[in-house]
């Protein structure tokens, strides 16, 4: 396994190795010994997600303001450029963005821990989307920040126009707005953090 630092050093791509041959490959997509190693970080995973996306279709950007969820996101069929945005005002990094190409040709894996609002814009024809996350999926404490948002300004690589957002998605707040987390979110997603409302 392959630790590649990002912009925001909490923001790490992964690259497994991949074992292949003319009869296809393998790899282990997580070990958590190994994982623990190469990253310094022990995640508890607790659920399992799986969506597929038709080109243009953006999704986020989500977090949740209790319990919130470290991902460790990948691209199983398709390609997607994938958004982590820093939401912790106590951060050096408050604001900003890291975007990173995931896709099915380089395998690579994001971790985007908690305290981050997460998205990503389907760049293939057909996109399934895979991600581990820390804690459950709580409705009541999910929030969503406009994908569009001028303050953030990421540069998402639309080929045309506007892309496909849900109903729910388009009324995210702006980041002035948002509820954000100040104090660090640990890294096994436990709620222990406070929030600003």
Partial sequence: MKVIPTAISDVLIIEPRVFGDSRGFFFESFNKRAFRDATGLDPDFVQD??????????????????????????????????VAVDLRKSSANFGEWVGVELSEANQRQLWVPPGFAHGFLALSESADFLYKTTDYYAPAYE???????????????????????????????????????????????????????
């Fill in 49 to 82: 997600n799986h969506s597929r996306s038709a080109r243009g279709v953006l999704r986020g950007l989500h977090y949740q303001i209790k319990q919130p969820q470290g991902k460790l996101v990948r691209v199983i069929s398709g390609a997607v450029f994938d």
């Fill in 143 to 197: 929030r969503c920040i406009v994908w569009n948002d001028p303050e953030l300004n990421i540069r998402w690589p639309l080929a045309e126009g506007i892309p496909e957002v849900s109903q729910k998605d388009n009324k995210g707040l702006s980041l002035h707005d948002a509820p954000l987390f100040y104090g660090d979110p640990d890294d096994t997603g436990n709620d222990n953090h406070e929030i600003l409302e």
